[in-house]
């Protein structure tokens, strides 16, 4: 019996560790689905605070690419920001995703941001010659300027 108490109690801090480590997820992911109102500009475009979050592209045959692309995650649907419409570029987008990362393993990757975006209504690939084409076609994001 000795050992058995002996043994239960030497796994506790490995528990404790695995406990405080879903809890540091769950504030992570909670963090960033913080939902703040929306403002809508002269022009007809919005202010908007929201995650966004980057995802390798997945053609209609299920074959996950190396080809990333990033969604504006709204309460109702994720948002796919069409790059080539908006005035930022992948590039920006990626600097957000370092300067915000505070680690490299995350299985959760995203960053919440301040922006002035457009939502439209088209073709998401016409203009993306990095991968397939996969005529996806629907509601997009196009991001104006990053705020904060």
Request: with cysteine; aromatic share 12%.
């Amino acid at each position: 019996m000795k050992e058995y108490l002996v043994r239960l109690v030497s796994f506790f801090p490995f528990i404790v560790i695995f406990f405080l480590a879903s809890c540091s997820k769950q504030k992570q992911m909670t963090e960033l689905l913080v939902k703040t109102p929306d403002e809508k500009t002269e022009k007809g475009a919005y202010i908007i605070s929201a995650p966004i979050v980057k995802k390798n592209f997945v053609n209609k045959a299920g074959r996950v690419t190396n080809h990333t692309e990033y969604y504006i995650m709204r309460s109702a649907q994720d948002y796919f920001i069409k790059i080539c419409e908006s005035n930022i570029t992948s590039e920006d987008l990626e600097k957000l995703f370092h300067n915000n990362s505070n680690n490299s393993e995350s299985l959760f990757e995203g960053v919440s941001i301040t922006m002035e975006v457009e939502f439209r209504n088209g073709e998401w690939d016409i203009c993306d010659e990095n991968h397939e084409a996969e005529s996806r076609v629907g509601a997009y994001a196009v991001i104006l300027k990053i705020l904060k």
